[in-house]
């Protein structure tokens, strides 16, 4: 195999190569945000949609984007062509920059800019036919969770404490009510209904979540944001987990207990027909590598 080529303030570079500096405020103190961007047969899935998502978390935490939309696609789709493979899944990381340590932002930041393409797998076939644990866990994570900010160490802990349980992911719950998975958003069917949490400032607007609920809509499903207590979740008839790499995974067990029938549901398994066909739309021919 090939060493990865990653993208840094500007130029190509290989992975072994790069660096960043000591002092950058991402290094220092979590000062920045990031995306994660699937792409199918070398194309960059939504990503208009990523990029005004990295806008929204870039304004929020008080920087402006240091690529415009077009600059953004050029540097992507030339990363993902000097790496292997069709699929690929693309990571982009912005941060204030290197700076003395302050807390305070520096008053002439320039910003590190870094992108990294590696393989993207589909999912295994275990997974399609018998779904994935998960448990329930508080979400002890901060009020702005609306940002996809690189300080994610709660989430990483809360990710932990479910593989340690034998679960593939922790569903938070904040006052009773679902808000997301620690690195998914949520689903749920109840009585042919396809429920997912509300937007808001406890969970991350989900790409895919967003094209889930287009699915399911444009082909008759019933489909509605609204806030899910905990016992709603329990009782659930399906449970589904979203993300940009994982797609739509069924949750056939919560906290050690059978979710439906303990198989992924019908309705599971109808979104994600839909879902692949989408991403069949997308692709074009294998671009040439020599």
């Known amino acids: 195999m090939t060493t990865p080529i990653v993208y840094v303030n500007g130029a190509f570079i290989p ?9 950058d405020r991402g290094f220092m103190f979590g000062d920045g945000v990031y995306e994660v961007i699937p792409a199918y047969g070398a194309r960059p899935f939504r990503l208009e949609q990523h990029l005004q998502r990295l806008d929204n978390s870039l304004a929020a935490i008080r920087m402006a984007n240091p690529l415009d939309h077009d600059r953004w696609r050029q540097v992507l789709e ?36 870094v992108a990294i393409s590696t393989p993207l797998t589909a999912l295994t076939a275990d997974i399609l036919t018998n779904g994935v644990a998960a448990i329930t866990c ?8 609306h940002i996809k900010a690189i300080t994610l160490l709660p989430n990483v802990l809360l990710r932990q404490q479910a593989l340690d349980d034998g679960a593939a992911e922790a569903i938070l719950v ?3 009510l679902v808000t997301e998975g620690a690195a998914s958003n949520v689903f749920i069917v109840t009585g042919g209904r396809v429920l997912t949490p509300p937007t808001g400032p406890f969970l991350l607007p989900g790409i895919t979540r967003d094209l889930i609920i287009e699915l399911a809509r444009g082909n008759g499903v019933a489909c509605d944001e609204a806030d899910i207590p905990l016992a709603s979740l ?40 839909l879902y692949q066909a989408y991403k069949q739309t997308l692709r074009q021919p294998a671009v040439s590598r020599h």
């Open 15 to 23: 992975q072994d190569q790069a660096s960043v500096p000591l002092m």
């Open 78 to 113: 030339e990363l993902v062509a000097r790496n292997e493979g069709d699929d690929q899944s693309i990571y982009l990381q912005v941060t204030r920059g290197p700076a003395p340590r302050n807390h305070a932002f520096p008053e002439h930041a320039q910003p590190t800019v």
């Open 138 to 145: 508080e979400d002890i994570r901060w009020k702005y969770c």
């Open 174 to 176: 904040r006052d009773g």
């Open 234 to 273: 329990q009782q659930a008839d399906e449970i589904w987990l979203s993300s940009s790499t994982r797609e739509i995974i069924p949750v056939t067990r919560l906290d050690d207990r059978a979710v439906g029938n303990g198989k992924p549901g019908p309705l599971w398994r109808r979104l994600y027909d």
